[in-house]
């Protein structure tokens, strides 16, 4: 037995309900519990704050008060400094910002760039936003949008048409990440479903796709696309290389969506199944009404790993010589004006990609919390 | 329950006719030789020690289960491998569940209006209509804007009882419906099955709750070992019963 601390007593069934013990809540006992609750914690705590002592002034002098943020190039930016390299010469990321942005996209036609990604924040905005007015036409228009896009970029039908040679940098980056995003999770889909239906060889062309892409590095399937596909093609036919790129990448997003929804698949209970097969709903039916919400449901964290890792990983085009943001970036670092401005440019570019990245895994918990509806399957 | 009704419904020709059935899972042998006529609005309840396959039995009915052998027909329609078929009787053929298995991503009453909506291509204001008259049925209208997940169990199994119903079915089958519930709402649930009894449906019931047996079954069967051992109205059921495994099973279900 301990001891009691509260003197007073109830009869039975008479206890009120009272307040937690107010000393684990509130701002002091916040710190108290977190910070200094043991010597090793308070120990922790002091090492913790010497050590941000020591680097955050400097970094914060060298990240802005000391940085130059207009010059013509790296030796008027250093002539502005106390001394060479004091401050971080972000006229390097403004001065070369049109050209991460559009890469080499010929300026009369910068315009359909820039309404491509006014459309793209359109549609992202209308796909996931709740509670919006003539959601299915926004719904509607997010599933057209890739196509629109691929007119706007690539031209033909009325528009000049632009090589996709043309397209780098940041645009580079979206087109391939995107691409790979919208197209994997459908295809994703598919596969799941495949795996798991009852027709034996739709079963095993669907388990041979995902292992044998799941087993095969994505630089090595790029190479794959870059050179090697073009034996398999019929001679002369020329099929574009951003194309090719494009196929690989949302192939590769596909299989590994795939598992996650086969995980999603087998966390829903038999007799979900059975309900809705008792009910009377065919296949279609019952996987589009009762089992893929539920399963995409409980996939969500999964899918949105997927879809970052898938994301960041377009960067590796740039190693069968695509100039994305990465590639780009590197190739400017040669350019005489800015030679040596490294840690300006890759400040720029985990900036970009944290920014996007963090903001699908809030939009992912969000998501989350909003479909829960208090029962776990 | 006056004894004429129980033997007028006898006399009309069966609903569920079940010849000769036998199913294997894998090598184990769980249904052998099943015969079994069921009449228009007659209401049976499947009692037996677990493992006896009178779970798998109704199941076969709405061929959740595959029968391997022997014939099962349903309102004058044969359950083969023809997919046309088994949707046909499964639309007529209501089932409701020992965990209930309502479909927790949807408010109570987008549950009860899917099937009439998506199978019998309802107007949605017709099969919200006749949904709230069955939530009402139930006893739990005021809860259709809910999700399943805000529901105790009781509540829970009466709105998978009027999911089903919902179908207008001609049957209806019950896997052992409260013995996933607790003590304290296993009458609600019971209550609303014996007023669907008394309105005349055709009730398949697999059940340990002999009360419920004694006040509506016309027939009680008793299962083990995948055969049918014996079967009574249920006074001479729980009064005289015949078989030595049949005094068991009542012995020890009856003495706790």
Redesign the interface.
């Known amino acids: 037995m301990t001891k009691s601390f509260n003197p007073q007593s109830y009869e039975p069934g008479t206890h009120p309900d009272l307040p937690p013990p107010t000393i684990t809540t509130g701002l002091i006992g916040w710190i108290k519990t977190n910070l200094f609750s043991t010597p090793l914690n308070t120990a922790l705590t002091l090492i913790s704050l010497w050590f941000l002592w020591q680097i955050l002034p400097s970094s914060i002098h060298w990240l802005f008060t000391g940085a130059v943020w207009s010059a013509v190039d790296r030796k008027e930016c250093w002539a502005m400094m106390d001394a060479p390299r004091d401050g971080a010469c972000w006229a390097f990321i403004r001065g070369s910002l049109e050209l991460f942005l559009y890469g080499w996209y010929p300026e009369p036609e910068r315009w359909r760039v820039n309404l491509t990604f006014v459309l793209f924040g359109a549609a992202v905005f209308g796909a996931l936003r709740e509670n919006i007015p003539g959601k299915k036409y926004w719904l509607i228009f997010a599933a057209v949008f890739p196509f629109l896009a691929a007119w706007l970029l690539f031209g033909g039908f009325g528009l000049e048409p632009v090589p996709t040679g043309k397209l780098g940098g940041i645009l580079l980056t979206l087109v391939v990440a995107v691409t790979g995003i919208s197209f994997s999770l459908p295809l994703g889909i598919a596969l799941a479903l495949g795996r798991r239906s009852r027709l034996p060889v739709l079963r095993a062309i669907c388990v041979i796709f995902i292992e044998f892409i799941r087993g095969v590095p994505l630089i090595t399937l790029l190479f794959v696309a870059s050179t090697m596909l073009t034996y398999f093609l019929p001679p002369g036919s020329s099929f574009d290389l951003l194309m090719r790129v494009l196929i690989m990448v949302t192939l590769f997003a596909a299989a590994y969506i795939a598992e996650v929804v086969r995980g999603g698949l087998q966390g829903l209970?038999s007799?979900?199944y059975?309900?809705?097969?008792?009910?009377?709903?065919?296949y279609w039916?019952s996987h589009r009404?009762?089992i893929l919400?539920?399963a995409l449901?409980i996939s969500i964290p999964g899918i949105v790993n997927t879809f970052i890792g898938s994301y960041k990983d377009s960067v590796l085009v740039l190693i069968i010589g695509m100039m994305d943001i990465l590639g780009l970036g590197r190739a400017r670092l040669n350019d005489p004006d800015w030679l040596g401005l490294a840690p300006e440019l890759y400040i720029f570019i985990s900036l970009f990609f944290f920014v996007s990245c963090f903001a699908m895994a809030r939009y992912s918990l969000s998501l989350e919390k909003k479909?829960e509806?208090?029962?776990?399957? | 329950m006056n004894q004429d009704s129980k033997n007028a419904s006898k006399n009309e020709d069966s609903i569920i006719s079940i010849r000769g059935m036998h199913k294997w899972f894998g090598d184990f042998h769980v249904l052998k030789n099943i015969n079994l006529e069921v009449g228009r609005g007659e209401r049976i309840v499947i009692c037996g020690p677990s493992g006896s396959g009178k779970s798998t039995l109704i199941r076969c009915i709405?061929r959740?289960e595959e029968h391997q052998q022997g014939d099962i027909v349903v309102e004058g329609t044969e359950l083969t491998e023809d997919l046309k078929n088994i949707?046909i009787i499964?639309?007529e053929?209501?089932?409701v569940?020992q965990?209930f298995?309502?479909?927790?991503?949807l408010t109570v009453l987008e549950n009860v209006t899917?099937?009439p909506i998506?199978?019998r291509k309802l107007p949605r204001a017709e099969a919200e209509e006749q949904a709230m008259s069955y939530l009402e049925r139930v006893k739990i209208p005021e809860q259709a804007g809910k999700?399943?997940?805000?529901l105790s169990g009781g509540q829970q199994q009466r709105v998978a009882i009027a999911?089903?119903l919902c179908?207008n079915p001609r049957i209806m089958l019950f896997d052992e419906p409260t013995s996933a519930l607790d003590p304290e709402m296993i009458k609600e649930v019971l209550d609303v099955m014996i007023e669907l009894a008394e309105s005349g449906m055709t009730m398949l019931v697999v059940t340990h709750e002999m009360g419920f047996a004694t006040a509506v079954a016309h027939r009680v069967i008793f299962m083990d070992g995948g055969e049918i051992i014996e079967e009574q109205p249920p006074k001479a059921f729980f009064e005289d019963p015949q078989h030595d495994r049949t005094k068991l099973f009542l012995s020890q279900i009856l003495h706790h």
């Open positions: 209970s007799g979900q059975e309900a809705a097969d008792a009910l009377g709903l065919t039916q009404l009762i919400p539920q449901k479909l509806t208090g029962h776990q399957t | 709405n959740l949707d499964r639309s053929v209501g089932m569940f965990q298995n309502l479909f927790p991503h899917l099937a998506w199978v999700y399943p997940g805000q999911r089903s179908m």
